[in-house]
């Protein structure tokens, strides 16, 4: 055996060493599973106990989970230890965390605390449609995960900028976060007025039917975390996570709200100009042209 035999072997990771960096990302998601079970069972002691307590601890455990969800797949890429295991792993994951746990807590702050005093079919009809409302979030959640397993390069209906990755649909890490964010700026505090449970019907409901569309949003797989020098960026991050964690309630609230609003605009801002491009014969007689330059289309 000589020298370079010697330098190659001792090169070459240890085996456990490499089983080790595939459990690694798999911690990460069973701290999102653990998260997700927590919000579920402090969103069940808010029924009978401490209402706000419960059901902002809920929220807050919700929103924990994300970091866990997006540092598991980034990890598993870094170390070259990705496997189909931990993709349905963390799938499962989501669907407990950002699907049933979201959907328990958004129907229990929104409509579960409305006052019996109020009238009696008022409250009857907010109950019914905010379970129904409920419902379509987590099964949108649902859906959104099984189109992102199946789907290879998929392309939103309103194509970006060529040089950046989108998500097709709003992630459900993100909507569940908007829903988290929501209760959370209200201090857990528990909703007890009919308009604002209309309000949240509205939202619950929007955020749904962003899960399943097939609009673009910001996937930030363009931070690149793996740069040899990348002090500015962790600088930055450091600085983003102290305001985020000193002023909570509001920096997790806008945040969600803007990216929510930020895939709106974006398909609001391209059917406006695809109109713009139409000819003017076509225009007038309504006939519907799509520019290759404007790129694929999933099938709706």
């Known amino acids: 055996m000589n020298h370079f035999d010697l330098a190659e072997i001792k090169s070459r990771p240890h085996p456990r060493l490499r089983r080790g960096m595939f459990l690694l990302p798999s911690l990460f998601t069973a701290g999102n599973i653990a998260a997700g079970y927590f919000s579920i069972t402090q969103t069940i002691d808010a029924i009978s106990g401490d209402a706000q307590m419960h059901l902002d601890w809920a929220a807050i455990a919700i929103l924990f989970a994300i970091p866990f969800d997006a540092l598991d797949g980034r990890i598993a890429r870094m170390t070259n230890t990705t496997s189909d295991f931990g993709r349905e792993l963390d799938s499962l994951a989501d669907i407990i ?3 049933m746990a979201p959907s328990l807590l ?6 579960h605390f409305l006052p019996d005093s109020m009238n009696a079919q008022l409250h009857m009809h907010l109950m019914q449609a905010g379970i129904f409302i409920c419902f379509l979030f987590l099964l949108g959640g649902a859906s959104r995960l099984a189109r992102f397993n199946i789907s290879h390069d998929p ?3 309103n194509p970006g900028r060529p040089d950046r990755k989108y998500f097709v649909g709003m992630p459900i890490p993100a909507a569940a976060g908007l829903l ?3 209760v959370h700026f209200c201090y857990g505090i528990p909703n007890v ?3 604002i449970a209309i309000v949240w019907l509205i939202l619950v409901g929007l955020t749904a039917y962003l899960m399943v569309s ?14 040899s020098h ?9 600085l983003f996570t102290y305001i985020v964690v000193r002023f909570s309630n509001v920096t997790m609230f806008l945040a969600a709200l803007a990216y929510m609003f930020s895939g709106i605009w974006a398909r609001t801002v391209y059917g406006w100009r695809r109109r713009r491009r139409r000819p003017a014969g076509d225009r007038l007689s309504g006939v519907t042209q799509e520019p290759e330059s404007l790129g694929p289309r999933l099938p709706e």
Request: no cysteine.
């Open 106 to 111: 958004a129907f229990v702050w929104g409509f």
């Open 155 to 157: 392309q939103p209906r």
């Open 180 to 182: 988290a964010a929501s």
């Open 97 to 99: 965390t950002f699907g």
């Open 193 to 195: 007025y009919w308009h």
């Open 230 to 238: 990348p002090f500015r960026l962790i600088l930055l991050l450091a």
């Open 214 to 227: 097939t609009w673009r949003f910001w996937s930030a797989k363009e931070i690149n975390l793996s740069r």
